[in-house]
């Protein structure tokens, strides 16, 4: 039985940082975004997404130092501000002791990861474990990295849960044929809530509440 993670929103708390810096240097580009619209429109998706989505914003190419810069602000972000999610190592414990393996599969970069998980302390407890989109064809909403994590992994599908926080990473999971936790702390919800209607979909609000409901999944 394996759980993958999502890192964002999952195992650390990024989501709110990387929206912020997006904001500020779209700003920049006389596209007048805030920090919540953009952590509404990009959260769970792979950079290589968001630039697709940003070159449609601009109607044109995206200037060649943009995306440098932007990363470059975010790592030093992280650096300085970022935390484990509340509670997320001491769920991580009780899985692992219950006979549970864990994973990492994430939209971001290898080279992000590495930055977040080394200032939570969790890149060495995760290490060899530790998949990005930028390993597959297809970033979230597409299930490929979840394939690849299992695969990697030696899990069967019907053994695999995903831990997510986000539309896009949802829609992946259920594609890939797995079961899925929509980890959901300020009870926002879904901007499709049907998903949640799914079998095998299930929804909570706080880490500690994770592994007493995989007893149930």
């Known amino acids: 039985m394996l759980v993958i993670f999502d890192c ?4 650390v708390d990024s989501e709110t940082i990387a929206a912020e810096v997006f904001a500020e ?3 920049k ?10 952590f509404d429109r990009f959260k769970g998706y792979s950079m290589k997404s968001c630039m697709k ?4 914003m601009l109607g044109g190419p995206i200037p060649s130092h943009f995306l440098k810069a932007m990363q470059e602000d975010t790592f030093n972000r992280f650096k300085s ?22 994973c990492i599969a994430s939209g971001g970069s290898h080279g992000k990861m590495r930055v977040t998980l080394g200032k939570t302390g969790l890149w060495d407890r995760f290490a060899g474990r530790i998949y990005s989109a930028v390993d597959v064809a297809n970033g979230k909403p597409a299930p490929d990295i979840f394939l690849h994590a299992a695969r990697e992994q030696n899990a069967a599908i019907e053994g695999c849960v995903v831990i997510e926080d986000s539309q896009a990473g949802v829609e992946a999971a259920i594609a890939a044929g797995m079961k899925v936790c929509f980890f959901d702390p300020e009870g926002l919800g879904l901007r499709n809530p049907e998903l949640l209607q799914n079998p095998g979909v299930y929804q909570f609000c706080q880490m500690e509440q994770l592994p007493q409901l995989l007893k149930m999944v």
């Not at 964002?8 to 195992?11: E, F, K, Q, S, T």
């Not at 989505?53 to 449609?56: D, K, M, P, S, T």
């Not at 501000?81 to 864990?102: C, F, M, P, S, Y």
Request: charged letters at 20%.
């Open 8 to 11: 964002d929103g999952v195992i």
């Open 25 to 27: 240097h779209l700003q």
């Open 29 to 38: 580009l006389d596209l007048n975004v805030s920090a919540q619209e953009c």
């Open 53 to 56: 989505q940003l070159i449609e």
């Open 81 to 102: 501000d970022l935390k484990a999610i509340n509670g997320v190592e001491q769920a991580i414990n009780q899985l692992e002791l219950a006979g549970w393996r864990t």
